[in-house]
């Protein structure tokens, strides 16, 4: 496995095409809407929201890829067509529509996502003629405009790709994401579009995303909000020419399911370390829980701690507040066995606090990246979970979304 430049073009076989609809701003020059075409009926899959309120988007994709096979996808930001009722349902199946018109494919090989301000009616009066503009400028091309066409808060475009081998045949995964703010699982404000020329049956494709996501984009958060648009695509064509892969299981499965998480981690990453207002990564290792369950519990409740993530902000080495998290988690912990460890520093054993070097301490929470380990001593179970500090641009930029 080898990480390569490159986003979801980066695979064998797909063109995508962008466009400056004015979805948001009109008359602006920014990216808002993006097509991507594997050019043929593929292997497809999907993981949405959990959110009970569901975007029109997630309910129509919901239904078409419930065959494990699509063509194309179509996004758009500025606004999520979530809360709009059934003109919102229809507005979305017209969107679907115009896409399966233009490639002359049926209606139900499209899946569609959007993002943005939620309750707003969406502008098809723009994006009719944006989804025929994106059509007509479908390119193999690798850049990073379907990652900018997809973006709300963000600060940068966020993409990745990853080589393995399978079979012998070289393969490759690619990927877009986007999500700055309402993040935490499961998923978060946040959609992902990946690709791939790995040949792998449906079933199998929706098995491994689906492990992929758990392990990754189900193990951020920045605010603790939970978005009505959540959603994760992929595509696999086949392209790369390998046996086909029919079951979840077996050694070509195995390697593809580890350079798919690879990309889904990366990616997961980058929404963290672009959190609004955020300064800095933080990565939260729980180890001895009863359950990797229960070590996943815990290491998000420290993660949603708007004390925490504000101590961190201000390097502030206020190790109580992280054992205060734990404590109140709906997880089994003992407060008796707990080890904690700041940037590599030991601030706690069985519990107990150490001698702190206070001013050593700040400086080390100077760096943009800030590691967090809990050992709880109690068993084998672990997890792993990426979050952000929270500072006052956070603040700022919420206070002002949609003025």
Known sequence: MKPVEGDLLAPKGFTAGTISCGINSPGGSRKDLMVINAGTSVSAAAVFTTNKVQAAPVLLSKQHVQTGMAQAIVVNSGNANACNGEAGMRDAREMSRLVADGLGI????????????????????VIRGGIQKAIARLDP????????????????????????????????????????????????????????????????????LNAAVGKSFNCITIDGDMSTNDTVFMLANGASGHPMITMPSGTDYKSFVKALEF????????????????????????????????????????ANSALVK???????????????????ADADSDPDTIDLFLCGHQLTKDGQGLPLDEPMMRKALEVN???????????????????????????????????
């Open 106 to 125: 049926p209606f139900e090989q499209i899946l569609i996502a959007s993002t943005g301000v939620i309750g707003r009616p969406m502008p098809m009066d």
């Open 141 to 208: 091309g690798t850049d990073q405009d379907s990652a900018e066409a997809i973006m709300t808060t963000d600060t940068v475009p966020k993409f990745s790709a990853v080589r393995c081998d399978i079979s012998g045949k070289t393969a490759t995964i690619g990927g877009i994401a986007k999500g700055s703010g309402m993040i935490c699982p499961n998923m978060a404000t946040m959609i992902a579009v990946l690709t791939t020329d790995v040949a792998i049956a449906p079933g199998a494709l929706k098995a491994a």
């Open 263 to 302: 990309i889904c981690t990366d990616l997961a990453k980058k929404i963290a370390r672009d959190g609004e207002g955020a300064t800095k990564l933080v990565e939260i290792q729980v180890n001895g829980a009863r359950s990797d369950e229960d070590a996943r519990t815990i290491g998000m409740s420290v």
């Open 310 to 328: 504000t101590a961190i902000y201000g390097h502030d080495p206020n190790w109580g507040r992280i054992i205060c998290a734990v404590g109140y």
């Open 369 to 403: 990246e800030i590691s967090v380990v809990i050992d709880l001593k109690m068993d084998e179970g672990k997890a792993r979970i990426w979050t952000c500090d929270m500072s006052h641009e956070y603040v700022t930029i919420n206070a002002e979304y949609t003025t």
